[in-house]
């Protein structure tokens, strides 16, 4: 639609009429356009406005800019709910399960206040009082989130409504001019060397879950690392762990998202001793399951899953996210994650001066900005130590 002169200042009509304009919150825009020649009438263009009255002005003069520039014919009566469907289910084909599953939660989240509203109703301020919502309690769980969810959740819808602009759905994205809400991550813990000691005296190698854990904090691999190993990925001989494949939620081995995750990590006496336990424990179980089910299989091989169960099954990675949900508690580490164990072995490497170049091959971290973060960190607390014996 090429852009046209409004007549006017437009007209704003309250469609709620059971509460007073003050606290009405449903609007339509009305703006006359140019003359039609064919007709010699002055038609007019509406848009529905969901907000307090304080903000209908700004969207009136929105509009009206939108009318005159050429972009503020409406593209679709498709709403956020539908379209966000379609989409998810077009970027289930094109991103790793793990990325997937989180956009769903994302989408959930926006959904509860954005699910029946027009793509074309979509405002900036719609999207910020969206956030605002969430950040309050108004959520899925009906707890508040995080600054920094809602971050991600902004991130999300960016890259949706830039979609939906170039399927012809939208004008413009709206996230573009929406202020996003601050990130507020707490800073990760790291549990110190007598910490980490303790935590590994209280954990079964034998058993997959905290199998899975105690090789998080003697080797520095991922949550979804541990649950793709398998047999063949040890070296006993040259003491070596290859690091070759991830297991995801959706029950998906495939190969690490970035060069650096793929490596090679040296073993330690006790975490090679761990293997060997796991690995009999492994051979045990599936006797047992052969002899009950009268069966040839399974058999111990190269491709068995060292986080698996009896059948031969590799575990989920989120079982282990579970179980630690339920025993962190009774462990001493109420409130602790499980990237936070990762995060200690890598922290206490930097302690020990360990090369930041070489701790970002142990680390798998694709950027090096990542390990120095960590590294300098470190570096700050030994400086603020020292400084104490001058505390004069």
């Known amino acids: 639609m090429a852009g046209v002169k409004v007549r006017g200042k437009g007209t704003i009509v309250q469609l709620d009429k059971s509460v007073p304009r003050s606290r009405c919150e449903r609007w339509e825009l009305r703006v006359s356009v140019g003359r039609d020649l064919a007709t010699g009438k002055y038609p007019t263009m509406t848009r529905k406005f969901n907000g307090p009255l304080s903000e209908v002005n700004r969207a009136m003069r929105d509009f009206i800019a939108e009318i005159e520039r050429g972009d503020a014919q409406r593209r679709s009566d498709m709403n956020f709910g539908e379209y966000a469907e379609a989409w998810l289910k077009e970027r289930r084909e094109t991103c790793a399960h793990g990325t997937w599953r989180k956009n769903c939660d994302q989408i959930k989240c926006a959904k509860l206040h954005l699910s029946k509203a027009r793509l074309d109703e979509i405002r900036p301020q719609v999207l910020e009082r969206c956030y605002k919502a969430l950040m309050d309690g108004h959520s899925p ?104 494949h991830s297991y995801d939620d959706g029950g998906n081995l495939k190969e690490p998202k970035t060069k650096a995750g793929a490596r090679d990590l040296p073993l330690t006496e006790s ?8 690995i009999a424990d492994i051979e045990r179980r599936y006797r047992n399951t052969r002899k009950r089910l009268k069966t040839d ?36 580490l109420e409130g602790w994650t499980l990237h936070e164990l990762r995060h200690s072995y890598i922290t206490e490497l930097a302690r020990r001066k360990v090369d930041p170049k070489v701790l970002q091959t142990i680390a798998g971290h694709a950027k090096f900005s990542t390990t120095m973060d960590i590294y300098t960190h470190v570096d700050m607390e030994d400086k603020k130590d020292a400084l104490k014996v001058v505390d004069w």
């Open 141 to 244: 769980s009906g707890r508040p989130l995080s600054g920094t969810y809602v971050n991600s959740i902004h991130v999300t819808l960016h890259r949706m409504f830039r979609q939906a602009v170039k399927d012809g759905h939208m004008a413009s994205n709206p996230c573009d001019f929406a202020d996003a809400p601050s990130q507020d991550t707490r800073e990760k813990k790291a549990l110190r060397r007598d910490g980490i000691v303790a935590l590994i005296d209280k954990l079964d190698p034998k058993d997959p879950i905290q199998f899975a854990v105690r090789l998080m904090v003697k080797t520095g691999i991922r949550r979804g690392e541990a649950h793709g190993l398998s047999v063949g990925d040890v070296d006993r001989k040259a003491m070596v762990l290859h690091v070759r």
């Open 271 to 278: 975490a090679l001793a761990d293997i060997d336990a796991r």
């Open 297 to 332: 299989g399974p058999v111990l091989g190269p491709d068995t899953p060292l986080v698996g169960d009896g059948l031969g099954n590799r575990m989920l990675p989120h079982s282990s996210t579970r179980w630690w949900t339920r025993e962190r508690k009774g462990l001493g």
